[in-house]
C-alpha cells in the first residue's frame, strides 16, 4: 500500500475515477500476491453471484498467475 504499484493506469484509471463511489465498485487492497488471501474478496464476488472474471495485472506471472490459481483453488472448494 502507499507505492505506485497500487496505482491504476491508462484506461483503468478514468473509470476507477467515474465510478468509485458506485456501491458495485469495490477497492480492495491486497496483503500478498492473492486478492483472495487475507480478504473478503470471495464472500463479495459469491453474494453478487459474480459468474465472470477478468483478471489484469503488470507482470504476467504475479499479478495474473497467482490470482488465478487461488481463484481456481477456490472454485474447486466449493
Not at 470471495?42 to 495474473?64: A, F, Q, S, W
Request: charged share 20%; with cysteine.
Amino acid at each position: 500500500m502507499g507505492t505506485e504499484g497500487q496505482d491504476l493506469y491508462d484506461s483503468l484509471k478514468q473509470p476507477y475515477t467515474i465510478n468509485q463511489f458506485n456501491p458495485q465498485v469495490y477497492w480492495l487492497n491486497k496483503r500478498h500476491y492473492s486478492a483472495f488471501s487475507g480478504t473478503d474478496l470471495d464472500l463479495r464476488l459469491r453474494e453478487r453471484n459474480i459468474t465472470e472474471i477478468h483478471l489484469t495485472g503488470l507482470c504476467t506471472d504475479i499479478c495474473i498467475y497467482i490470482q488465478q490459481l487461488m481463484l481456481m483453488t477456490l472454485i474447486i472448494k466449493y
